[in-house]
């Protein structure tokens, strides 16, 4: 078993809102990456995705707040640090993240290198330009980009272009874990593609050793990740390696996300789509049992009763729902 | 098979030209279609290749610089406004950002009674419209009362393209374009997307032009596809023979690009 760079033990961040009320977006989730792996999380919009990925860089300002929990980078664990410290010596150091809107992330005013710079020399003010320049146009080799791109302003640049350019600078400094959040959403197949490939080569070449990929298609994460967790109201309802999540899903819930998968291949012409009716709960008051159980076809009175744990069945391999294995099995045999 | 079907919308040597001289652009290129009644057909396309410039051109928001568009066998005359109007009757549209497409101030009932009066039914009761707006919100799972009073901005996305889809229900067009309707939403809305677009079709019998760039989403759910390429059809057949079997190279890459999971995803090709 190779070396955990990022173990997260029940971690729990909430939002406060205008009006005072908690929110918990995140509740307590555990989860483990090791070198040279990477972990996809999926669910639907609002179920904590974006949240989480924010909450693991330690890095919190209003309104989200942590609660409680430990997240451990590398051996060192970050939590209760000053956010000032964290800014300087764990962002972009130890764990980097490559945001949904990298169209607006890129500052119009400055130059891409001077947007490289600032990275940089926030962690480290002894680098020379000179040094700078050189990294810089080394690492925007490695994505593709010619080095005229530096001497740019983001609104040059085209879509494709912008993305790989946040994604250089979010690697500039080696980040061991990096979170990339619905990298490939707003781009069409073929960069999309592109985007897939160049994560896939920044961990071949072991210039960031861990990621974390957040995406609600199932295809892609699939192809992209070794293990997948699915998220639900804040919660991780099911975790397991990408085929045991996509072919064989115990959590309900798992089981209908993979129902809405399209893929173009034989025989999956007009295949039924199950779609899953309802909405996620209010997360300002959630429900007292299982958090799917208002939309599950398999609910029963238990299920609303007292809360539903995180069982493990096997290492790596987890699912919240009151039902055993078996039943589960048997239930989706019978539709 | 071809011919015993009735046309419902074509196209002969469309074009659309952009800017002038130098910065000429040729977004459509003498594009030549027919599209059958009841049936539902993909344009897939790159990002810029003129699929949402021709949708634009069908719908009659722009006019095209060359060639003609066919309305159930007759030549489309949209010059008057009162003509236009007409034609819309017949031809309505989804687009792929459900936040814009509202009138943020109009409220949603006012939305709906917009669609019924265009349909002629300006001087049924008024009992008749609340049963008539209730069926429509029932048929997207949405529940009438609750959106009464609402604007469209209080609601989620997924929440704005159903209204879209119910609106649809109430307009009961022969034609529905709809511009990358699910490319907004996540993958658990789109499914419920998907299913109320077909049932609406098995309904009230309309011919869907499906615009998309996902073509595991033209292949799930249209009987016919067409590819664009920079502003040219380059393929066109029925799904299966499109997407099982593509003949272009340029098909074979789009095909290549979308992730797959029952087959190996070649990641070298990009």
Redesign the interface.
């Given at each position: 078993m190779s070396k955990v760079l990022l173990e997260v033990k029940e971690l729990t961040t909430k939002y406060i809102t205008r009006f005072g009320e908690d929110v918990y977006a995140v509740d307590h989730v555990s989860l483990k990456v090791e070198e040279g792996k990477s972990l996809g999380i999926s669910g639907e919009s609002g179920c904590g995705k974006s949240t989480l990925a924010l909450s693991l860089m330690g890095y919190y300002f209003a309104p989200l707040h942590y609660t409680s929990g430990e997240i451990i980078i590398d051996g060192k664990n970050i939590y209760g640090m000053d956010s000032d410290d964290v800014r300087k010596s764990v962002l972009g150091t130890e764990i980097s993240y490559i945001p949904q809107c990298a169209m607006n992330a890129l500052n119009p005013t400055q130059k891409v290198i001077s947007l490289v710079e600032d990275v940089i020399q926030a962690h480290d003010p002894s680098v020379s330009k000179k040094e700078i320049r050189e990294l810089a146009r080394e690492r925007f080799e490695t994505v593709g980009l010619p080095a005229e791109v530096l001497q740019k302003y983001a609104v040059e640049l085209s879509g494709g272009m912008k993305q790989r350019t946040v994604i250089a600078t979010s690697v500039i400094l080696r980040p061991k874990v990096l979170i990339a959040d619905e990298p490939s959403s707003a781009l069409d197949v073929t960069s999309q593609k592109m985007v897939i490939k160049m994560l896939r080569d920044l961990m071949e070449r072991g210039i960031v050793k861990a990621m974390i990929f957040i995406t609600h298609e199932l295809p892609l994460l699939y192809n992209v990740t070794d293990d997948i967790m699915v998220m639900y109201a804040g919660q991780i309802v099911e975790k397991g390696t990408a085929k045991q999540t996509v072919f064989d899903p115990l959590h309900p819930y798992a089981k209908g996300l993979m129902g809405s998968i399209i893929v173009p291949e034989k025989g999956l012409r007009g295949a039924k789509l199950t779609a899953i009716l309802g909405v996620p709960p209010n997360l300002k008051h959630p429900p007292e049992g299982c958090r799917f159980a208002e939309r599950c076809k398999y609910v029963v009175p238990e299920c609303k009763a007292h809360s539903v744990d995180l069982l493990e069945i096997e290492e790596g391999r987890a699912y919240r729902c009151i039902f055993t294995e078996k039943q589960l099995r048997k239930a989706y045999k019978n539709g | 098979m071809a011919d015993k079907r009735k046309i419902c919308l074509s196209g002969s040597g469309l074009t659309k030209f952009f800017g002038l001289g130098r910065q000429k652009c040729c977004a459509v290129d003498h594009v030549d279609f027919n599209f059958y009644e009841g049936e539902v057909v993909s344009i897939v396309g790159?990002?810029g290749s003129g699929k949402t410039t021709l949708a634009k051109m069908l719908l009659g928001l722009i006019n095209p610089t060359e060639g003609e568009v066919y309305f159930q066998g007759k030549k489309r005359d949209i010059r008057t406004q009162k003509k236009k109007q007409e034609y819309w009757k017949n031809i309505q549209a989804i687009f792929q950002d459900p936040f814009s497409s509202y009138n943020i101030f109009n409220k949603i009932d006012s939305l709906f009674l917009d669609c019924i009066n265009m349909r002629g039914g300006r001087k049924l009761p008024h009992a008749k419209k609340v049963e008539m707006m209730t069926e429509a919100c029932s048929f997207v799972?949405l529940k009438f009362d609750e959106l009464t009073n609402k604007y469209p901005f209080e609601l989620?996305?997924?929440q704005m393209q159903r209204l879209m889809i119910a609106r649809i229900f109430l307009l009961k067009p022969k034609i529905l374009i709809a511009d990358e309707p699910t490319s907004m939403?996540?993958?658990?809305?789109?499914?419920?997307i998907?299913?109320m677009l077909m049932r609406l079709r098995t309904e009230i019998g309309m011919t869907i032009v499906f615009i998309t760039?996902?073509?595991?989403?033209?292949?799930?759910?249209s009987d016919s596809v067409y590819i664009m390429e920079h502003g040219k059809l380059v393929e066109s057949g029925s799904?299966?023979d499109v997407?099982?079997h593509p003949k272009q190279v340029y098909t074979q890459?789009?095909?290549n690009?979308?992730?797959?999971?029952?087959?190996v995803?070649d990641?070298s090709t990009?």
């Open positions: - | 790159e990002s799972n989620s996305g997924g939403i996540d993958a658990c809305s789109r499914a419920t998907l299913d760039h996902d073509i595991g989403l033209a292949y799930y759910v799904a299966d997407i099982l890459r789009l095909i690009d979308v992730p797959k999971i029952h087959e995803w990641l990009v």
